[in-house]
């Protein structure tokens, strides 16, 4: 390849765009044609955990494929019973003890609707067919993922061809409760889950689902410690499944090996993905408990798999990559790396374009708004945050893009555990400069 771009349009870009070329990436690094380096700050679209380039990584997934190439999803291989013993021995929160395999957490999150959907139908249930999901939230691109999802702009257009459940706010106190007129009261905490069944008829619903850190679209927003707690008391008491979206925040993201682990709550459905295998491989994942496959078996019926679920190779990476963040106290790095990534961070408030600065661990963000007293975003037609992730990389990081109305630029930040202080302060002092270069450009 000797182009430092290329157009890939209709897939990527529009019409006259091109896209930058990446010829390598190695550790905390991706190299650019041309030579240009730049540092991983969102750990690409946070999930590169354990970092680029992993020479073992690569042979564990070399031996896997010469082994088993490909084997239909409900036959066992070695690799992937050595993936669901380490998840069950070392990672799966008490009780969650099944699993099944995806290509991504798109698929994950599709494959949770169902199962849950399958529990109430071979449970004599069939009348509980909603899946209560938050405003401005992601769950994924399919079309059952977006009906649960929040996301607008990524479902624009597309509503005709999904079911749209209900939804209730997500935790996001910065501006609540003024500026949303149709938002305000204590339907912003988890008292409006009690609102929202109460609305649908608690009957007629099969679950919730949430990220427990909310993720790109709002930015890495963190809710208050008896936020999850309760979430799980309501779903007990109204007899509906809770479904914990750690496609983004599990697999340590967070500085715990899941989300929800911070507050003690055992969901009785997590869906994983990104980090499972660090991007090595493209694998998502659903984990249930007994109760919740039980009446499924019973009535002899069964979850459906995709062609590609659970690869052998895919598995054999995940579970490398498991052993790896283990081995080397990844998870424990990204806690005390956060809390310092955090503090740097949120001396960035004083920023005149810098309204919030927020996260957990190695998930982070900084939403960036035109004047922030007014908490005023940027014009749409500005394209605010595309301008500072253009402006990082040409001055050397990578951030990832994120933001939804009215949160509507945030620069999110998963760098993989790897990275150093050092790396820290270059992160945050090239998105200061980032963000007034993009001021600048914006001013025109
Ligand atoms: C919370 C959450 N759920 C689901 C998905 C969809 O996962 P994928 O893009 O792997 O299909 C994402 C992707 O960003 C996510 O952040």
New binding site residues.
């Given amino acids: 390849m000797d182009s430092q771009r290329v157009s890939l349009y209709p897939f990527l870009g529009g019409p006259g765009r091109s896209a930058p070329v990446i010829e390598r990436t190695e550790g905390v690094h991706w190299q650019m044609a041309g030579g240009h380096r730049v540092l991983d700050a969102g750990g690409g ?3 590169a955990n354990v970092g680029h380039g992993r020479e073992e990584i690569a042979e564990v997934a070399a031996a896997a494929m010469a082994r088993t190439t490909y084997v239909v999803p409900p036959f066992a291989t070695e690799d992937r019973v050595a993936l669901v013993e380490r998840l069950r021995r070392d990672w799966l929160p008490e009780g969650l003890t099944r699993c099944m395999f995806t ?7 599709d494959s949770a609707l169902r199962l849950v959907r399958q529990h109430f139908v071979s449970a004599g249930q069939p009348e509980r067919v909603k899946v209560i999901g938050r405003h401005r ?6 079309l059952a ?1 977006l009906g649960v ?1 929040g996301h607008e702009k990524r479902r624009k257009g597309l509503a005709p061809l999904f079911v749209d459940h209900p939804k209730i706010p997500a935790w996001y106190p910065l501006r609540r409760p003024a500026s949303f007129d149709d938002e305000v009261g204590p339907q912003h905490s988890a008292e409006g889950l009690v609102e929202a069944l109460e609305r649908e008829g608690p009957e007629t619903v099969a679950a919730f689902i949430a ?1 427990p850190v ?4 709002l930015g890495a927003v963190v809710p208050p410690d008896d936020y999850w707690p309760r979430l799980r008391q309501i779903c007990d008491d109204y007899g509906i499944l809770l479904i914990a ?5 599990g697999f340590g993201r967070t500085g715990r090996r899941f989300a929800l682990d911070h507050w003690d709550v055992v969901p009785d459905v997590l ?1 994983g ?2 980090g499972l295998a660090g991007g090595y491989a ?1 694998i ?1 994942a659903v984990f249930a408990s007994e109760r919740v496959v039980a009446p499924i078996t019973e009535a002899g019926d069964e979850v459906m798999f995709f062609t590609y679920s659970a690869h052998p190779m895919a598995c054999a990476v995940a579970e490398k990559v498991l052993e790896i963040l283990d081995r080397e106290k990844l998870i424990e790095r990204a806690a005390s790396l956060g809390e310092q990534l955090g503090k740097r961070l949120a001396q960035l408030e004083t920023h005149p374009h810098v309204a919030h600065a927020r996260g957990l661990g190695l998930m982070r963000a900084v939403e960036l708004v035109e004047d922030r007293e007014a908490l005023k975003p940027f014009p749409k037609e500005a394209g605010f945050i595309s301008k500072v992730v253009a402006a990082g990389l040409g001055r050397g990081v990578f951030f990832y893009p994120g933001g939804c109305d009215p949160a509507r630029d945030v620069a999110c930040f998963g760098p993989p555990f790897i990275i150093t202080e050092d790396h820290i302060e270059e992160m945050v002092a090239t998105l200061e400069l980032s963000i007034d270069d993009a001021a600048e450009r914006v001013a025109g």
């Fill in positions: 679209a946070i999930i290509s991504g957490g798109s698929e994950a999150v939230a992601y769950h994924g691109a399919t993922t999802g990220e909310a993720g790109s679209t979206d750690e496609v983004m925040c869906v993905g990104k493209p998502g």
